[in-house]
């Protein structure tokens, strides 16, 4: 199975600011790789996949980057509504795997 | 605007059965796969199972094979997740989400039922 290791699990960031999340995989996944947002009492939302390309309604302040075994999920100027966790998911190859996800914290 | 309602959660004992239900509406659902995603208390999320646009192939990670079965009901636009001999740790939140293609990315999630498995 490929190993999907995101960093850090958590994070403190003051609105205005520009926060950067990691996701490694244990093997080369080409760019087959999504990133989502997940909070509480709303249903997860798909942010990017195919590694950079934005879902449609995804703001421009977020964005992917990366290939191969290592991704980055960019989000600047952040707003208040961005404080969440945030998961990356590699569809390379079954099974289907997701980073532990990472935490994004109000400073 | 695509809804997806999942429901059949609650307690059970280890051991026994529960199956759950997804009613999906707001997109053409015979064109799409359809998965279920869990997620434990606290925990991160984990793919469960994964069924065609036809139903004829279904996909699960080792974790669930033998013990869940997925299924459709195109005319119905409705998922199926039959779940057996269910242990403690299958306790999660379980969500239902379409996929292009399998494997690939959810564009889309329910709002999840809970499965809580203790005696």
């Known amino acids: 199975d490929v190993q999907m290791t995101q960093s850090p699990s958590y994070l403190a960031a003051s609105p205005g600011e520009s926060v950067f999340i990691s996701c490694k995989a244990s093997?080369?996944?080409?760019?087959?790789l999504a990133w989502y947002q997940q909070k509480p009492g709303e249903a997860n939302k798909l942010l990017i996949y195919s590694g950079s390309t934005l879902q449609s309604g995804t703001p421009s302040r977020f964005s992917g980057s990366g290939s191969g075994t290592d991704f980055t999920l960019t989000i600047r100027n952040l707003e208040p509504e961005d404080f969440a966790v945030y998961y990356c998911?590699?569809?390379?190859?079954?099974?289907?795997?997701f980073g532990s996800g990472t935490k994004l914290e109000i400073k | 605007e695509v809804q997806l309602v999942e429901s059949g959660g609650g307690l059970v004992q280890p051991g026994r059965s529960l199956k759950l239900s997804c009613a999906a509406s707001?997109?053409?659902?015979?064109?799409?796969?359809m998965a279920w995603v869990r997620q434990a208390p606290k925990k991160g999320l984990e793919w469960v199972a994964t069924?065609?646009?036809?139903?004829?192939?279904?996909y699960y990670p080792d974790s669930v094979k033998g013990r869940f079965t997925i299924s459709r009901d195109n005319a119905k636009s409705s998922l199926y997740l039959q779940m057996n001999s269910l242990k403690s740790e299958d306790t999660a939140t379980y969500y239902c989400?379409?996929?292009?293609?399998?494997?690939?990315?959810?564009?889309?999630w329910g709002q999840g039922t809970l499965v809580t498995v203790s005696s």
């Open positions: 069924i065609s646009t036809s139903g004829s192939r279904t």
């Open positions: 093997k080369s996944i080409s760019n087959y």
């Open positions: 989400a379409p996929h292009r293609t399998h494997p690939g990315w959810f564009a889309y």
């Open positions: 998911q590699q569809y390379y190859e079954k099974p289907l795997t």
């Open positions: 707001g997109f053409t659902f015979s064109n799409y796969y």
